[in-house]
Structures are given as C-alpha cells and as structure tokens.
C-alpha cells in the first residue's frame, strides 16, 4: 500500500503564494493524481489534476491561480497556489484517481490578513 505525505501548508495574507507537495513511497508514474481539499464543516472538494502524460484540469474556483505539476522520479505531485483568498483555507491532501491509496493526514492552508 502505497503511502502519501502532504507538506507545505502554512499561514499566508490574502494574495500570498504557497507551494505543496504531496510525496509518495511509491511509484506514481502510472498514475492520475488529484489534489483535493476540504474545509472546515464542508465535504472534500476537487482542486486539480494531472495525468501521467502531464495534461492538467482545475477547479473552476482555483482556474489561473494554482498550477499542479508532478516529478515522476521524486515519486512527487506539487501544488503550486498564487493570489490565495480566504476561500482557499482547507486541509489540503492528494491522492491517485480511480482506486484511492490510503488518505495521508493533509497539510493545513490558512488564508488570513
């Protein structure tokens, strides 16, 4: 079983930038991955995705401001997050697409002046 580890997290201002990794302990090259987020006394939202040729889609909600990129070698997805709203504030976690991996702990991004 595969297992998966957030980082990155952190609080930042209205506006600010902060980049996330998701590292993986095993290979994710064959694989879709996602990052998700959930807030507080919300269910857990799609953020973004890339595939395993590097094509990527986004929430409508995060469209030109997050960029989700992955190293194949690093067994590593990123999540780079740019202009961040309050509305941003969530537990931020990643997983495979299709037949999830066990759900890591998430790394907490809180938005606030």
């Known amino acids: 079983q595969v297992q998966l580890g957030e980082s990155g997290g952190g609080l930042v201002q209205p506006g600010g930038s902060l980049r996330l990794s998701c590292a993986a302990s095993g290979s994710i090259a064959s694989n879709t991955m996602d990052w998700y987020r959930q807030a507080p006394g919300k269910q857990r939202e799609f953020v973004a995705r890339i595939t395993r040729i590097g094509s990527t889609s986004y929430a409508d909600s995060v469209k030109g401001r997050f960029t989700i990129s992955r190293d194949n070698a690093k067994n590593t997805v990123y999540l780079q997050m740019d202009n961040l709203k309050p509305e941003d504030t969530a537990i931020y976690s990643c997983?495979?697409?299709?037949?999830?991996?066990?759900w890591g702990q998430g790394t907490q991004v809180t938005v606030s002046s």
């Open positions: 997983n495979r697409m299709g037949v999830r991996w066990k």
